[in-house]
C-alpha cells in the first residue's frame, strides 16, 4: 500500500508541474498536435515493454480501455490543452481539485443516489469556489480577454469531467489487465483519437516552426507526464480504493503554482484564493475532512 500512495503523490506533483510547462510549449506547437507526439511517442515506448507482460483479454476488456482512454486522454487533454491555450494555468488544477464535485453531481442526477443535506450544502459551497473561479475573468479585470479566458476555465471544467470518470471506468478493468498493459492500449487508442484534429492544425503549421520550448513540451509530456506518470496513476487505483483518490488532487495545485510564478509570471489572485478557500470549505463540510493528506496516510500504513 506504501508503494501504491507514493506512486499516486508522485503523479500528481507531475500532473501539478504541467500546466504552466504545456502553456510554454504551446506558444510553439498547436495543441492537437502536441497531444498526439505526446501519447504515440510513450506509446512507442510502452508496448515493447507491455509485451513482456502481456495478459489475455476479452474484448469487453478492451472495449473499456478505450472508453477510460477517450475520457481520461482525449476529452481530458483536448479541453486542457485548449483551455490552456487562452487561460490562466494556475486555474487548471484548482478546478481539477474539486473532482468530487462532479463526482457528487453525476451520482445525484444519473445514478439517483440519495444526498444527506450536509452533503449537498457542502458541495454546494465546494461548487460555489469553482463558479468563483471560472468567472474571475470577469470580477477582477484580467488582462487577458474576460471571454477567451472564462471560455479557458469552462474547458477546465469539461477537462475535470474526463479526469473524474476515467478511473471510475478503469477500475473495472485493472483488477484483470497488468497496469502497463492497459497504459500502453490507452495511449495508442487517443493517440489516433488526436490524429483528425492535427491533420487540420498541420494545414497552417509545419514541424520546422518546432523550436527548444516545445520539443521540451513533447518530452516533459511523453516521458514524465504520460509513461510515468499514467503508469504509477493506473498502479495506484489498482492498489487503492478509488473513493481514496480524491485524497491527492490537492498536491496539484501546489504543484502548479510553484511551477506557473517562474516560468510564468502567474499569481494567485484575491479571487484564487477565495475560491480555493470555498473548495477546501466545502469538501471538508460535506465529507467531515480535509479531503487530502498522503504524507500522514504513508506513515501510518
Known amino acids: 500500500m506504501n508503494i501504491a500512495v507514493l506512486a499516486i503523490i508522485i503523479t500528481n506533483i507531475i500532473w501539478g508541474a504541467s500546466p504552466p510547462i504545456y502553456k510554454l510549449a504551446l506558444q510553439n506547437i498547436p495543441p492537437f498536435t502536441l497531444a498526439f507526439l505526446r501519447f504515440f511517442i510513450a506509446a512507442l515506448i510502452l508496448l515493447p515493454l507491455s509485451?513482456?507482460?502481456?495478459?489475455?483479454?476479452?474484448?469487453?476488456?478492451?472495449?473499456?480501455?478505450?472508453?477510460?482512454?477517450?475520457?481520461?486522454?482525449?476529452?481530458?487533454?483536448?479541453?486542457?490543452?485548449?483551455?490552456?491555450?487562452?487561460?490562466?494555468?494556475?486555474?487548471s488544477t484548482l478546478i481539477a481539485s474539486a473532482g468530487p464535485v462532479f463526482i457528487f453531481i453525476f451520482?445525484?442526477?444519473?445514478?439517483?443516489?440519495?444526498?444527506?443535506?450536509?452533503?449537498?450544502?457542502?458541495?454546494?459551497i465546494a461548487l460555489l469556489g469553482v463558479l468563483v473561479v471560472v468567472f474571475s475573468p470577469y470580477l477582477n479585470g484580467s488582462q487577458v480577454s474576460k471571454n477567451s479566458a472564462t471560455v479557458a476555465n469552462l474547458f477546465f471544467v469539461l477537462a475535470t469531467v474526463g479526469a473524474v470518470i476515467d478511473p471510475l471506468i478503469a477500475k473495472k478493468?485493472?483488477?484483470?489487465?497488468?497496469?502497463?498493459?492497459?497504459?500502453?492500449?490507452?495511449?495508442?487508442?487517443?493517440?489516433?483519437?488526436?490524429?483528425?484534429?492535427?491533420a487540420l492544425e498541420l494545414r497552417g503549421w509545419s514541424f520546422d516552426k518546432l523550436n527548444l520550448v516545445?520539443?521540451?513540451g513533447i518530452l516533459y509530456g511523453a516521458v514524465l507526464a504520460s509513461i510515468i506518470a499514467y503508469c504509477f496513476f493506473y498502479y495506484g487505483i489498482s492498489k487503492i480504493h478509488i473513493s481514496e483518490i480524491g485524497l491527492f488532487m490537492y498536491i496539484d495545485p501546489v504543484a502548479t503554482v510553484l511551477i506557473a510564478i517562474p516560468l510564468l509570471g502567474e499569481y494567485p489572485?484575491?479571487?484564487?484564493?477565495?475560491?480555493?478557500?470555498?473548495?477546501?470549505?466545502?469538501?471538508?463540510?460535506?465529507?467531515?475532512?480535509?479531503?487530502?493528506?498522503?504524507?500522514?496516510?504513508i506513515r501510518n500504513k
Open 51 to 91: 509485451l513482456r507482460i502481456w495478459r489475455p483479454m476479452k474484448l469487453r476488456d478492451i472495449l473499456l480501455i478505450c472508453l477510460s482512454a477517450l475520457f481520461g486522454i482525449t476529452i481530458n487533454i483536448s479541453f486542457f490543452f485548449l483551455g490552456l491555450q487562452h487561460g490562466v494555468s494556475i486555474n
Open 107 to 124: 451520482a445525484i442526477f444519473f445514478f439517483r443516489e440519495k444526498f444527506h443535506k450536509k452533503v449537498f450544502f457542502g458541495m454546494m
Open 173 to 198: 478493468v485493472l483488477d484483470r489487465v497488468h497496469f502497463i498493459q492497459f497504459t500502453a492500449i490507452s495511449f495508442l487508442f487517443a493517440s489516433w483519437s488526436f490524429l483528425p484534429f492535427m
Open 214 to 216: 516545445g520539443i521540451i
Open 269 to 297: 489572485t484575491k479571487l484564487y484564493f477565495l475560491g480555493a478557500l470555498l473548495v477546501i470549505v466545502g469538501i471538508y463540510i460535506a465529507e467531515g475532512r480535509i479531503h487530502y493528506h498522503p504524507i500522514h496516510k
